[in-house]
């Protein structure tokens, strides 16, 4: 691997300064991408993807030392549009309807990248340093639970005896699981059968003793 040159090595710590620059990484990052779903991690090299992204070398090494360098970026790109999937604002009050509607958004935000969450969970099985990639697309959510659960307790929604910290991760475990099994192990899930189920695992869990039926 050829050294950054001074300027190479400020544009990988700063990020592109330029339009041109920005659309040159985003295609890199998707090249790479479709690369790495298509061949793994451990068959990929630094020639596949700037053939499929039909650049240099050159421009690869502009932006980013390894190959392992490039996957965290992509990896983190995607946790990013995850995020971004899951963060429109629930409009309904109904507690029912909110976490169904919460399962939904969340299976919607996992379907398109199941490939290189599994990716990165088997990358992380090697690698130590890229093992925290696959732990932050889940915990960011679990975090959200948490808080989620924290608010419902506060309106007398939630039981407020729920050991709160292993309740989000038990049922971010049961969710993250699921979407694994039916997208990338293929098992062939009725969608709206596995979404009610889900949904109705969450509410009996969380729900208050005095509202439950």
């Known amino acids: 691997m050829p050294a950054p040159t001074d300027a190479q090595q400020a544009r990988r710590d700063s990020g592109p300064t330029t339009r041109r620059g920005e659309v040159r990484k985003k295609e890199l990052l998707a090249a790479a991408r479709t690369v790495f779903e298509r061949h793994g991690f451990a068959n990929t090299n630094v020639a596949l993807i700037v053939e499929e992204a039909k650049v240099s070398r050159g421009t690869f090494y502009t932006y980013f030392d ?3 360098a490039v996957f965290e970026a992509v990896a983190r790109d995607v946790v990013a549009q995850m995020l971004e999937s899951m963060s429109a604002p629930i ?15 969340f299976v919607a935000a996992y379907r398109p990248h199941a490939g290189m969450l599994a990716l990165m969970e088997s990358v992380g099985a090697f690698s130590p340093e890229l093992r925290h990639l696959r732990l932050e697309a889940r915990d960011v959510f679990v975090r959200r639970t948490k808080r989620g659960i924290e608010r419902m307790q506060q309106a007398g929604i939630a039981d407020p005896d729920l050991d709160i910290e292993y309740i989000a991760e038990t049922l971010g475990a049961m969710l993250d699981q699921s ?18 189920a889900l949904a109705t695992v969450w509410v009996k869990t969380l729900l208050s003793p005095v509202l439950k039926p």
């Open 179 to 196: 979407c694994h099994l039916w997208f990338t192990l293929e098992i062939d899930f009725d969608a709206e059968r596995i979404v009610d």
């Open 66 to 68: 390894t190959k392992e």
């Open 91 to 105: 409009p309904t009050t109904d507690f029912h309807k909110r976490v169904h509607e919460m399962i939904e958004r």
